[in-house]
């Protein structure tokens, strides 16, 4: 038997998909804490209720409250998501017998001064508190690295779409709606969803028949994006319908000017879409190959993300259903099945190794 708490913040859908996996492995227990949803992702909270054990937040958990639920339940291994929780890191540093404490985080290595700060500070919120991290991908291993986590320590492939809702979204052959761009996530200015619109408008006076830009999401910058001549706004999507939502349009736009990593590229990749991303997202390196499955854009340049845009849009069917291909193979890796596997594998040879000694 596996014990496995998870501390969180704001739980996701492809989060929920893979803690929905790890829950039906045999001679699993599972406890999650999760800050309830917030407006900007109104997520149901219907798809969560298949929990047996949680403790539901607002804002901040109680700390002791926190404590006592997950020292009574006596976790092997303990998920958390960040170090900046003073309330997870109580548990962390009180807990006993101690458990094997992995921080997840998905926070790329930019060099920045904070970060370096970070650095410093990681004697005391992350080395004596964290035995392994878990993460993205190689951006974020780079951050880790400096953290002092070795690389036996490092585990990749924290952040993958609900797979379920995805097979067989874009498909392969000619598809019969108007052509489309589409968009889905926050409206908010890091997102680059002001690019976006512009890169639109400037590609909508290049020639006749443009594509639209189907838009789904919720976030400050609404009212900018609601109206917008050739753009439709759907709102929020709910997991469960993201795969009927990617079926209406031909390629995916990830336009942030800041994405630590971007699951909804993975969405996009894994629906056999063509993606066109800028050089901010995390898991491009990982998921979009310039020119085989879509174009890299210049991060905040209106201009290259334009071009990006016009030359998928130039593309023939067969050039971009081979382009979908693509992203389908690059997409294959990240699913909620191995991310439980990776957990599961992981956790028990470190824990066999503390036993060892």
């Keep these: 038997m596996m014990r496995i708490a998870v501390l969180w913040t704001r739980l996701s859908g492809y989060l929920n998909a893979c803690l929905r996996e790890l829950a039906t492995r045999p001679d699993v227990e599972l406890l999650v804490a999760h800050e309830t949803a917030g407006d900007d992702a109104p997520f149901h909270d219907s798809q969560f209720s298949w929990m047996a054990t949680r403790i539901e937040y607002v804002g901040r958990p109680d700390r ?16 958390v998501s960040g170090w900046n929780s003073r309330e997870f890191r109580y548990v962390l540093r009180h807990l006993r017998p101690r458990p094997l404490r992995i921080l997840c985080m998905d926070n790329q290595w930019r060099g920045t001064w904070k970060q370096g700060l970070g650095v410093i500070a990681s004697l005391w919120y992350v080395r004596r508190l964290y035995d392994a991290a878990f993460l993205p991908g190689e951006r974020q291993a ?59 408008e400037i590609y909508r006076r290049s020639g006749a028949d443009p594509w639209e830009l189907r838009v789904a999401g919720a976030g400050p910058l609404e009212s900018e994006v609601d109206g917008h001549e050739g753009v439709i706004l759907s709102g929020f999507v709910q997991p469960a319908d993201i795969g009927a939502w990617l079926r209406t349009i031909d390629c995916l736009v990830v336009p942030s000017r800041f994405e630590p990593w971007g699951v909804a590229l993975s969405e996009g990749a894994a629906a056999g879409l063509p993606i066109v991303a800028t050089s901010a997202c995390g898991s491009v390196p990982h998921l979009v190959h310039d020119f085989a499955n879509g174009r890299v854009a210049r991060t905040g ?8 845009m016009m030359y998928v849009a130039g593309l023939s069917d067969d050039e971009r259903s081979a ?35």
Excluded at 185 to 193: D, H
Excluded at 331 to 352: E, I, M, N
């Design 64 to 79: 002791d409250a926190l404590f006592t639920r997950t020292r009574s339940f006596a976790p092997d291994v303990l998920l």
């Design 301 to 308: 340049d209106v201009g290259s993300l334009t071009e990006c």
């Design 142 to 200: 780079c951050f880790a690295r400096r953290l002092g986590f070795a690389d036996d320590r490092i585990w990749q492939g924290l952040l993958c779409p609900d797979t379920a809702p995805l097979a067989g979204a874009a498909g392969t052959t000619p598809s019969s709606h108007p052509r489309a761009f589409g968009y889905v996530g926050r409206l908010s200015a890091e997102k680059g969803i002001r690019d976006l619109l512009k890169a639109h």
């Design 323 to 357: 382009m979908g291909r693509v992203s389908r193979g690059l997409a294959s890796p990240y699913t909620p099945a191995r991310w439980t596997d990776t957990v599961l594998a992981r956790s028990a040879r470190l824990l066999a190794e503390r036993v060892a000694q």
